[in-house]
């Protein structure tokens, strides 16, 4: 039987490496290409387990992006790249592909309505990568009164609160469950990730943001639950590993990829999230509604994020730093990917003045 093509926009990051992984221990799918930002010797060794691959850098040759994509026309595309370049990677890929894994949070948050019309003008199917998104789009069916995403709380869950305005990076860095890069561990921390992934969940299965809890989850187990009309709750239950979503987006509707491991049920614990501890979540209520803020809201904790790391701010000021760009910011709401790409400028630019880092 002929194998399923495969493509990785991201590959030499968490979400592309897990994905590689799977991808040598399945059946019946062959990566016939991979993307990299400035990671040359990790994707170098990549292309030495994959020979077969093509590679491209999305940081020398992203003009040459298109044209790859057009060469290859994988049926499945991962796309596994982060932030605001990540959207724009997923995007310029649909016409490509017939499926797209989406693991970018930006994509969906920042680009919801101009992905998903793109997506529906060339029949793409969009499958969600994230652990939470693809327990609910197990889950998902008729009735659905209100839905639930579970988060770790971050390193810091159970610090004072009166005592994370003297976190340093290195303590930030400290996931509690998952291996993640930098910048997404330091937005566990503050559950910046959340606020995306609970508007990413807006977009995918059409549900109103007041009709989306999150519950801090410290066990790891639990990625999400749908509450149905009739009083019953459908829990989706796992090991806190990456490769299992990631099988999923491939294989769907089929489980191929075997794990050997099930989850320990002792105790379970699920904890509203604080808005002193978490403020930052919060301040998602105010941008859910417009394209345009929701991307000035994640352009200014890119900015923040990256001050943080590099010293220049606390950990505490991160969220005020996203609050003085969403009030300050200058925008209408966007037609065009274009109009939001200026959007994405205009707010880094605030950030960075803000911060005094860039």
């Not at 606020?195 to 989850?217: G, N, Q, R, S, T």
């Not at 352009?299 to 969220?319: S, W």
Request: aromatic share 10%; charged share 30%.
């Amino acid at each position: 039987m002929e194998k399923r093509t495969v493509l990785i926009i991201g590959a030499t990051g968490s979400i592309g490496t897990q994905s590689l992984d799977v991808l040598k221990k399945l059946d019946g799918f062959k990566l016939i290409g991979f993307t990299y930002h400035s990671n040359f010797d990790l994707a170098m060794k990549i292309k030495s387990e994959f020979p077969n691959a093509k590679m491209l850098s999305t940081k020398k040759d992203l003009e040459r992006f298109e044209d790859f994509m057009d060469e290859l026309k994988p049926e499945i595309t991962i796309a596994a790249a982060p932030g605001f370049a990540g959207f724009e990677l997923a995007y310029k890929a649909i016409p490509y592909t017939k499926r797209l894994a989406l693991a970018n949070k930006e994509a969906l948050v920042c680009g919801g309505k101009f992905l998903k019309k793109r997506i529906r003008d060339y029949r793409v199917e969009l499958i969600p990568v994230d652990s939470e998104h693809s327990a609910i789009f197990q889950l998902i069916e008729k009735g659905i009164e209100k839905i639930a995403i579970t988060a770790s709380g971050g390193a810091l869950r159970d610090w004072p609160i009166e005592n994370l305005k003297y976190a340093k990076p290195s303590d930030v860095l400290k996931h509690p469950v998952w291996s993640m890069g930098k910048k997404i561990t330091v937005d566990s921390a503050t559950m910046f990730n959340k606020a995306l992934e609970v508007m990413e969940a807006m977009e995918l299965f059409e549900i109103p943001f007041e009709k989306i809890d999150v519950y801090v989850h410290r066990e790891g187990m639990i990625h999400g639950m749908v509450f149905l009309k009739d009083g019953t709750v459908k829990v989706h239950a796992s090991v806190a590993d990456m490769r299992i979503p990631i099988a999923f987006s491939l294989t769907y509707p089929d489980r191929l990829y075997e794990f050997p491991e099930f989850p320990e049920f002792s105790s379970l614990t699920f904890k509203k999230l604080s808005k002193e501890r978490y403020p930052i979540f919060f301040l998602s209520e105010y941008v859910k509604d417009s394209h345009s803020l929701r991307t000035a809201f994640n352009a200014a904790d890119e900015i923040a994020v990256k001050a943080f790391l590099n010293g220049k701010i606390g950990f505490m000021d991160i969220p005020k730093v996203v609050e003085k760009v969403i009030e300050n910011i200058n925008i209408s709401e966007a037609k065009s990917v274009e109009d939001l790409k200026t959007t994405d400028k205009e707010a880094r630019r605030l950030a960075c003045e803000i911060t005094r880092s860039c």
